[in-house]
């Protein structure tokens, strides 16, 4: 947990609006507990839905449960958010990756050439604001993506940036098991 209090204070679920509630006990019954981070996205049911909205549609797209953590992990660490750091480190494992592969993505790099790809793109992304060179593109692509793929990165850097800058400014309490910066 994290030592310092929310700025943001996440909602009380069992007195929450109706609709936030059904929200988040159908998070709740899906993965097993209601987040702190989606507590306090609760703040706003529209931040709230429309992030389980564009990650549930991302969910359906082409990146792998575990593409889609090396992401997470790569702008996580970039953005210096330990909050998601912490839960995608956990998700991660639970998607498959191991913990090279999991520290891997963090740097911005892989063990394969696909992974290396992926997490250097979102990387990139991140740190650059979408700004990429035409060789950094090109590598990516080389790597076996199409454009589909760029622009689904693209998302899942806007998703993950969502909630980076949502747990910085909340300083939200971690409830997942602490990784270091």
Known sequence: MSSNSPRISPIDVATAQPDVRATLDAVKAEIGMVPNLFKTLAQSPAALDGYLGLSATLGKGSLTAAQREIVALAVGQVNRCAYCLSAHTLIGKGAGLS????????????????????????????SHRGVVEDEELAAFKQAGFDDGAVLEVIAHVALNTLTNYANHV???????PAVTL
């Open 170 to 176: 909340a300083k939200t309490d971690i409830d997942f």
């Open 99 to 126: 913990e090279a592969a999991i520290e891997a993505a963090r740097r911005g790099t892989g063990s394969v050439p696909a992974d290396a790809a992926l997490a250097a793109f979102a990387h990139l992304v991140a």
